[in-house]
């Protein structure tokens, strides 16, 4: 399970720095303390700033943002990915209980992407419970392993949430990679159980980040990968909105976010997984599903 599997590697991953500190430095237990957390927290903003690099190399035509404005929008990603992969997906059953799934109600069941869980959903289930709708989560694992290998579990979540609501259909959600496999789903099962698909980020032309992921999921999320070739000959045949992030981080060049047959819909200028905590992208979720 990937919030178990997270800890454990955040665990071995602080006493790697401890023990180089304690036994290679000769730090007092203080300062090794203080190194550790500087190294965690340092590895982690290479990584982001490995995402923006990407970003900026392969970036689509779009208005140019001020210095202030995207500085502001980089250290507001680079918190968002230290709050999701430090303490919300390792804690995931402190931040995101068990689904709220009463009968007589048309749920929405949101679809993480690459590399996370359910818990990243924690805050936006919130946003949405309170405007009056039923969410439904799920968590995909393993997760780096192909995107049609996941499929099944997304097929299973779908008539489990059906059969306990009493609903004939689902609205999906998904975010980045989310939205492939929720394509994927519709071309093997059909759209008799999904009355709308939203999708937040999704690579679905590829991404040139996924050149240097890990797992199969990631090869086939190359842009112009033999998945994603077979996947654009399956027209999705429900009312299906893409919303598209022309400043991405992840999902680059932006413009492969766009895809022929889908309601194009731009977001505001915001980090790949800061926008699962931005209250604009929650009000405009909330906004579309008001609409027939």
């Known amino acids: ?5 997270l800890l454990i590697w955040i665990a071995l991953e602080i006493s790697g720095y401890l023990y ?3 036994h290679f430095m000769h730090l007092d237990w203080p300062l090794a303390i203080v190194g550790a957390i500087n190294c965690l927290l340092g590895l982690r903003f290479w990584m982001n700033a ?3 690099t990407f970003g900026m190399a392969f970036a689509s035509p779009a208005p140019r ?7 502001a929008i980089m250290v ?4 968002a990915f230290l709050l999701t992969f430090l303490l919300v997906i390792p804690f995931e059953r402190l931040w995101m209980p068990a689904d709220r799934l009463p009968a007589g109600s048309r749920p929405i069941l949101l679809v993480h992407g690459y590399g996370c869980s359910r818990g990243i959903w924690w805050l936006l289930r919130r946003r949405l419970e309170a405007a009056g709708h039923t969410v439904a989560s799920v968590s995909l694992i393993p997760p780096y392993t192909s995107l049609g290998k996941l499929v099944p579990q997304l097929n299973q979540r779908i008539e489990e949430v059906c059969a306990i609501t009493g609903s004939k ?3 999906l959600i998904a975010h980045s990679m989310g939205g492939l496999i929720c394509r994927s789903y519709l071309a093997r099962h059909g759209s008799d159980r999904v009355d709308r698909l939203l999708t937040l980020a999704t690579p679905h032309q590829g991404s040139a980040l996924a050149r240097i992921g890990i797992g199969k999921n990631a090869r086939e999320m190359q842009p112009g990968s033999l998945w994603l070739r077979d996947m654009a000959s399956e027209a999705v045949t429900i009312p299906f909105i893409s919303l598209r992030n022309p400043y991405d981080n992840y999902a680059m060049p932006q413009d492969n976010q766009r895809l022929p047959g889908a309601r194009d819909v731009e977001l505001p200028p915001v980090g790949h997984i800061a926008m699962l905590y931005d209250r604009s992208i ?3 979720l909330i906004e579309l599903l008001k609409q027939k």
Do not use: C, N
């Open 76 to 79: 507001g990603e680079y918190l």
């Open 282 to 284: 929650a009000d405009l």
């Open 20 to 22: 180089i500190g304690r």
């Open 65 to 71: 943002l001020g210095f202030a404005k995207r500085l």
């Open 169 to 171: 259909q689902v609205t």
């Open 50 to 52: 490995t995402t923006w």
């Open 1 to 5: 399970m990937l919030p178990i599997s």
